[in-house]
């Protein structure tokens, strides 16, 4: 037997090693909420914010949004980018005054090439997301998200040493 | 006043610790800085196994007695005592028995990760990238241990037990595991390339960006002067020995375990693979008795 270009390799999956139907489970439930809710983030996360920007931003003038997701057995945050166009997972910090969980999350997702169209498209993949994904957080920024810019500051220059 | 060690200089802040004695991790050849007080004008110091710096430091205003610095280096790894006397000058004015102040010091080999280009050095990197560190709210070690060793579980049965699954004809390399990936054009006519393991595509040529907390992580875990060390040190660790057994530990599923999402992500990877259980920020998947009792394709071994 040859394999065909798979697209799907839990369809695949599916469909040749088993008779089995796809995706009988149910979407987990969650809900979004402002983090400022919860006493685990900053209350003012632009400190955080600035010290991703001062990384990696692009440009001057940055607008980020961040919203929480409560799911089955957790919450986690989301913090999207839009001068980057990513959106970077923000788990609750031990200690909410230090920046590291987001500066070295786990997970940033460039949503040119991280986002398919549907759930399916996914199959195997442990880290991409679809369009309604991305659509809910996106939403979630204009009902209970938090919004800020942030300014990226001039690097100083170091001092030559005479 | 009763001469004593610091870890921080003496500021403005007092510190009102007297304690003499400290454990405390050296890396090598990273020097670790600690601070020494006394109202002695002039100190003697012995210390085996390391070179020690000192100079005395500025004092706050206000303040009476001596405040010297003392950069440590590990010359060897192993446990060894530092000795702080009073000097000459400040002995002389001193009646009776000297005192003196010791400081315990273990010495600690650099923690480094094996060579990227190993299968060791891949596991590694993928845990410490995958699973949540100690800087998280909800950390565990016990969850982060379970969750590293589930995920070398899943490694290793798309490896050995049903590659078939998971586009592979023949049984694959590790890398050839952890680079797989396919490209489709989706309903829009975007092509898109689907990595099956994020920031793995093109390993071992990851960029330091792609994986910054693989490196935070190490660098916390040398780090002594940082509070989070022990912490970091026990997470690095922890992944070295999953990643560096011989074998797995054995499969908490009866089907094994094939994938893991990060916690969180509303989809789940579908299809045959159900979830079986969370840890470490991650979600894991088996497969279904379906997807267990197929025949394999490609004479993979259940």
């Known amino acids: 037997m040859r394999l065909v270009p798979i697209r799907r390799p839990v369809l695949f999956l599916a469909t040749l090693a088993m008779a089995a139907t796809l995706c009988a489970e149910e979407k987990p439930q969650f809900q979004y909420f402002p ?37 089955d057995g957790g919450y986690t945050a989301w913090v999207y980018w839009k001068e980057n166009n990513t959106i970077t997972l923000w788990d609750p910090p031990a200690d909410s005054d230090d920046p590291f969980t987001l500066l070295y999350s786990r997970r940033t997702l460039h949503l040119d090439k991280d986002v398919v169209p549907d759930e399916v498209d996914i199959s195997l993949s442990n880290y991409m997301v679809h369009e309604e ?22 690097q100083r220059k170091k001092q030559e040493k005479k | 006043m009763t001469p004593g060690f610091r870890l921080k200089k003496l500021g403005t802040e007092t510190i009102p610790e007297t304690t003499v004695h400290i454990h405390k991790k050296v890396a090598v050849p990273a020097t670790r800085t600690v601070y020494f007080q006394s109202d002695w004008e002039d100190i003697a110091i012995t210390a085996p196994m390391l070179t020690v710096e000192s100079a005395p430091v500025k004092q706050p205003k206000g303040y009476k007695g001596y405040v010297f610095q003392l950069d ?21 004015a001193i009646k009776g028995p000297k005192p003196c102040s010791m400081l315990k010091v273990t010495i600690l080999p650099e923690i480094v990760l094996p060579d990227s280009n190993s ?17 998280y709210g909800d950390y565990a070690f016990e969850e982060a241990s379970v969750a590293m060793n589930w995920a070398r579980n899943v490694l290793d049965n798309r490896r050995f037990r049903r590659f078939d699954l998971f586009m592979f004809k023949r049984q694959p390399s590790l890398l050839d595991v952890a680079q797989k990936h396919t490209t489709f054009k989706d309903k829009h006519g975007k092509e898109h390339t689907l ?25 916390l875990a040398n780090d002594d002067s940082d509070p989070r060390q022990s912490r970091y040190a026990d997470h690095v660790n922890a992944a070295l020995g999953v990643a560096q057994a011989a074998k797995a530990q054995p499969d908490p599923s009866p089907h094994g375990l094939y994938a893991w999402l990060t916690a969180g ?38």
Not at chain 2, 119 to 133: C, K, M, N, W
């Open chain 2, 195 to 219: 990595y099956q393991f994020e920031g793995l595509g093109t390993y071992p040529n990851v960029s330091a960006a792609e994986m910054k907390n693989v490196g935070a992580c190490v660098a």
């Open chain 2, 119 to 135: 299968d060791e050095g891949l596991i590694a990197r993928v845990l410490l990238h995958e699973v949540r560190t100690p800087e």
């Open chain 1, 133 to 154: 994904y991305v659509k809910g957080i996106l939403g979630a920024c204009e009902t209970v998200g938090q919004k800020f810019v942030i300014r990226k500051q001039p």
């Open chain 2, 72 to 92: 440590l280096t590990g010359l060897a790894t192993g446990p060894t005592m530092l000795t702080v006397r009073p000097g000459p000058k400040a002995a002389a």
């Open chain 1, 35 to 71: 983090i400022s809710t919860v006493p685990d983030y900053p209350r003012s996360p632009e400190k955080h914010l600035a010290a991703l920007v001062q990384r990696d931003g692009k440009t001057t003038i940055n607008h980020f949004c961040v919203v929480g997701l409560r799911y």
């Open chain 2, 265 to 302: 992500y509303i989809t789940p990877p579908g299809g045959s693979l159900i979830k079986y259980g969370t840890h470490g920020g991650l979600d894991f998947y088996t497969i279904d008795d379906a997807a267990f009792a197929s025949k394999p394709l490609y004479g993979a071994r259940q």
